[in-house]
């Protein structure tokens, strides 16, 4: 099984930056898609950025331009970084690995999730 710990949460002024790491454990984590996503108080769980096993990232509109997700694989690492950050970014973000079996029924391990606080 994979299992995924996040740091790097923390409270930070608008405007700011900071930058979230994942550290993954288990097989074939190269071959994985990992992302990252982030739950607003009161709302849905949503996606923030996305990188596969071959670099390939997608963005959500919010985050697009202020955001950089990239991977170590041989650290077994995943990072996030923000900047320009905002009040509305506000959130708990969490790390996720994702696969395909081969019934292609999709598989997500996620981390606990850690808190980022945007505020002056």
């Known amino acids: 099984q994979v299992q995924l710990v996040e740091s790097g949460g923390d409270l930070v002024q608008p405007g700011g930056s900071l930058t979230l790491s994942c550290a993954a454990s288990?097989?074939?984590?190269?071959?994985?898609?990992m992302g990252w996503y982030r739950q607003q108080p009161g709302k849905q769980r949503d996606l923030v950025a996305t990188?596969?096993?071959?670099?390939?990232?997608k963005y959500a509109d919010s985050m697009k331009g202020r955001s950089t997700i990239s991977r170590d694989n041989a650290k077994n690492t995943v990072y996030l970084q923000m900047n320009s950050l905002k009040p509305e970014d506000t959130a708990v973000y969490y790390c996720?690995?994702?696969?395909?079996?081969?019934?292609?029924?999709?598989?997500?391990?996620w981390g606990q999730g850690t808190q980022v606080t945007v505020s002056s």
């Open positions: 996720n690995a994702h696969v395909v079996d081969y019934t292609f029924r999709n598989i997500d391990y």
């Open positions: 288990g097989s074939s984590l190269p071959s994985y898609t």
């Open positions: 990188i596969t096993s071959g670099g390939r990232t």
